[in-house]
T-cell receptor
Framework: DTAVSQTPKYLVTQMGNDKSIKCEQN?????MYWYKQDSKKFLKIMFS???????INETVPNRFSPKSPDKAHLNLHINSLELGDSAVYFC?????????????FGPGTRLTVL | AQSVTQPDIHITVSEGASLELRCNYS??????LFWYVQSPGQGLQLLLK??????LVQGIKGFEAEFKRSQSSFNLRKPSVHWSDAAEYFC???????????FGTGTRLTIIP
């Protein structure tokens, strides 16, 4: 009965590699998000999708590309990984469109770039 | 642009003592306000939210928060903390018609016996 799930939970990789993180929500929500949490616990939004359409695209390097195959899934692909990409990445979903409502968070993916 | 300040990086309280975590926001109109909790190695869980109406809101796990427009604050309180309350607490602000939540930098809560 997991609401927002992410895979993998941990990801360790070398600089320069390409990796993906997957997110799925079974709550029937229309809006999904990706957040990055750095080592100081600062949480910053990266992207937001509403029903497969990109709504928010913060100043994120274009090495990061979100993909939403359907409204229940929002994946994050990262090209040419750098040391500074090491962080915890959270997926979230929200039932409200055009408002800011409660967001439901996944457990996070800890990415370590060596 | 909206912003959130949590002035306390780390707070230590004794088990059974009362707790207040501070949150100040900056936003031109009426904000939507949230408190989330993050236990070690976990995602964020919503404790409570304020959209409108009664300025004192009740949440889960015995937490409450009070919206004070004059002070631009939304402080989180709990009358008696339990060891399981040790976690990181985040205040967040949003706005009607804006999909984006802006989070504060968090307050780490340590509970001592």
């Amino acid at each position: 009965d997991t609401a927002v799930s992410q895979t993998p939970k941990y990801l360790v990789t070398q600089m320069g590699n390409d990796k993906s993180i997957k997110c799925e929500q079974n709550l029937g929500h229309d809006t999904m998000y990706w957040y990055k949490q750095d080592s100081k616990k600062f949480l910053k939004i990266m992207f937001s999708y509403n029903n497969k359409e990109l709504i928010i695209n913060e100043t994120v390097p274009n090495r990061f590309s979100p993909k939403s195959p359907d409204k229940a899934h929002l994946n994050l692909h990262i090209n040419s990984l750098e040391l500074g990409d090491s962080a915890v990445y959270f997926c979230a979903s929200s039932p409200l469109v055009g408002k800011t409502g409660e967001q439901f968070f996944g457990p996070g993916t800890r990415l370590t770039v060596l | 642009a909206q912003s959130v300040t949590q002035p306390d990086i780390h707070i230590t309280v004794s088990e059974g003592a009362s707790l207040e975590l501070r949150c100040n926001y900056s936003y031109g109109a009426t904000p939507y306000l949230f408190w989330y909790v993050q236990s070690p190695g976990q995602g964020l869980q919503l404790l409570l939210k304020y959209f409108s109406g009664d300025t004192l809101v009740q949440g889960i796990k015995g937490f409450e928060a009070e919206f004070k427009r004059s002070q631009s604050s939304f402080n989180l309180r709990k009358p008696s903390v339990h060891w399981s309350d040790a976690a990181e607490y985040f205040c967040a602000v949003g706005a009607y018609g804006n999909e984006k939540l802006t989070f504060g930098t968090g307050t780490r809560l340590t509970i001592i016996p």
